[in-house]
C-alpha cells in the first residue's frame, strides 16, 4: 500500500504513470507518422501558413524543424527520453531537471505542431509534466514543491467538475442515450457494445447517467479519509479504463489517473490538518 502523505512517493508515482501515458501516447503518434507527410493530415506545408504567413524567413528556417522527418526524429528521441524518465524514477531516484526539461520541450513541441485532435488528455499530460518541470527545477523548495501537488490536485477536480456540470445541463446528456451515440460512431465506436446497449435502454441510460454522477461528485473524494478517499477513485479509474478498452481513449487513463496521487496527498494533508487544529485551542 503507497503512502499518500509522502511527497517522495507521491511524486514518483505521478511520474510512473503520466511517464507510461507518453509514452504509449508517442508510439501512436509513430504510427501515424504517414499523416505528417506534405500530402498528410498533419501537412507542415499547410500549417505553417497559419502560423507564418507573413514571416517567409521563419517558414524557410523552421521548415527541417517541423518536416514529417523532423517531427519522426524528435518523436524517436521523446522515446528515449521517456524510457530514461522511467528507469530512473522505477530505481527510485528523484525527477532528473535534464529529462524532465527536454520531455517537457517536447510536449510543447507536439501541442504546437500536431495541434488537431487535441482533447483533455493532452491539456492534462501537459499540466502535471509542466509541474514535475518545476518540481524538478527547484526539488528543495517545499513551498513550491507543494504548490506544484496542490495545483495537479486543483486542476483534476476542476476538470472533473466541470465536465460533470456540463454534462448536467445538457439535455442531449440528460436524454440517457450518448454513451451509445458516441459508441455507435466509427472513430471512437465499438460496434459489439453498441449492439448491445441497442436493445438495452436502461442499461445505457445508466452508464450516461453513471458517467454524469461520478464527474460532478468527484470532489467529495475531499471529505473522505484514507483508505476511503483510494478506494473511492476506483470509479473514475474505471471510467477511464472502460474509455480506452471500448473507445480507444488510451491517454486518458495515463492523464487522469497520474493526477490521482496529488489529490490523495493534498487530502490526506487536509484531513491532518483537520485533526492537528483542536490541539492548538
Not at 82 to 106: E, H, K, R, S
Request: aromatic share 18%; glycine share 6%; charged share 15%.
Amino acid at each position: 500500500m503507497f503512502d499518500f502523505t509522502d511527497i517522495t512517493v507521491v511524486i514518483q508515482l505521478t511520474g510512473l504513470i503520466l511517464g507510461t501515458g507518453m509514452f504509449i501516447s508517442t508510439l501512436e503518434y509513430v504510427f501515424n507518422r504517414r499523416e505528417y507527410q506534405p500530402d498528410g493530415l498533419f501537412s507542415w506545408h499547410i500549417w505553417q501558413e497559419l502560423e507564418f504567413r507573413n514571416y517567409k524567413t521563419l517558414k524557410k528556417v523552421s521548415a527541417p524543424f517541423f518536416s514529417a522527418q523532423g517531427v519522426v526524429m524528435l518523436l524517436v528521441i521523446r522515446l528515449g527520453l521517456i524510457a530514461v524518465f522511467l528507469y530512473l524514477l522505477a530505481i527510485g531516484q528523484p525527477l532528473n531537471f535534464a529529462v524532465t526539461t527536454a520531455l517537457f520541450l517536447t510536449q510543447l513541441y507536439l501541442n504546437f505542431r500536431i495541434p488537431y485532435g487535441k482533447d483533455g488528455s493532452d491539456q492534462m499530460s501537459t499540466i502535471v509534466l509542466c509541474m514535475l518541470f518545476f518540481i524538478s527545477a527547484f526539488p528543495d523548495n517545499m513551498l513550491l514543491v507543494n504548490s506544484c501537488l496542490i495545483f495537479i490536485a486543483y486542476q483534476s477536480i476542476i476538470s472533473y467538475l466541470t465536465a460533470g456540470i456540463a454534462k448536467l445541463i445538457s439535455p442531449t446528456w440528460l436524454k440517457g442515450d450518448i454513451v451509445y451515440d458516441v459508441l455507435n460512431t466509427r472513430t471512437y465506436g465499438n460496434k459489439r457494445i453498441a449492439s448491445i446497449l441497442k436493445d438495452y435502454k436502461y442499461i445505457r441510460r445508466a452508464f450516461t447517467y453513471t458517467t454524469i454522477g461520478f464527474e460532478s461528485l468527484f470532489f467529495i473524494v475531499f471529505f473522505l479519509r484514507a483508505p476511503y478517499n483510494a478506494l473511492f477513485l476506483i470509479i473514475p479509474f474505471g471510467f477511464h479504463l472502460s474509455s480506452a478498452l471500448f473507445m480507444g481513449l488510451n491517454s486518458f487513463v495515463f492523464a487522469f489517473v497520474s493526477t490521482y496521487p496529488s489529490v490523495l496527498y493534498v487530502v490526506n494533508r487536509l484531513h491532518r490538518v483537520i485533526d492537528a487544529l483542536p490541539s492548538l485551542f
